[in-house]
């Protein structure tokens, strides 16, 4: 999959929360949540489209996503490890060592560790 751009990634949330969609209707959604215009609206829906992240169907071009948020999260986060942690998801997961967690938050990481193991 080929990287995501903020721009791509805020349209695919649009996507995500109400599809199927038009894409009239996303251009009016992220002229609300984004401020953008028409054009650069159908631009993003194109290139996403290109990268096959999102789907058109006809008629009235209705978008649908291909990838589902959790996919595009794990291959986002994959990326992030590798480049900034250089692979290790240890290293990755010490920068928030010092991070204060609710206990809440201390019990579902536990319990997603013991899952792994």
Same mark, same amino acid.
């Given at each position: 999959?080929?990287?995501?751009?903020?721009?791509?990634?805020?349209?695919?949330?649009?996507?995500?929360?109400?599809?199927?969609?038009?894409?009239?209707?996303?251009?009016?959604?992220?002229?609300?949540?984004?401020?953008?215009?028409?054009?650069?609206?159908?631009?993003?829906?194109?290139?996403?489209?290109?990268?096959?992240?999102?789907?058109?169907? !006809?008629?009235?071009?209705?978008?649908?996503?291909?990838?589902? $948020?959790?996919? =595009?999260? *794990? &291959? +986002?986060?994959?990326?992030?490890?590798?480049?900034?942690?250089?692979?290790?998801?240890?290293?990755?997961?010490?920068?928030?060592?010092? !991070?204060?967690?609710?206990?809440?938050?201390?019990?579902?990481? $536990?319990?997603? =560790?013991? *899952? &792994? +193991?």
């Amino acid at each position: 999959m080929d990287k995501l751009y903020d721009a791509e990634l805020r349209l695919m949330e649009i996507v995500w929360e109400r599809e199927p969609i038009s894409a009239k209707d996303i251009s009016i959604a992220a002229a609300a949540l984004c401020d953008w215009n028409k054009n650069t609206t159908y631009t993003v829906i194109k290139r996403l489209i290109e990268k096959g992240v999102l789907r058109r169907e !006809e008629p009235g071009f209705i978008c649908h996503s291909v990838l589902k $948020r959790d996919e =595009i999260q *794990r &291959a +986002e986060t994959k990326t992030l490890i590798e480049r900034l942690f250089g692979g290790s998801k240890q290293a990755f997961f010490a920068a928030f060592a010092d !991070e204060a967690l609710s206990a809440g938050e201390v019990a579902a990481l $536990r319990a997603l =560790i013991e *899952r &792994a +193991e």
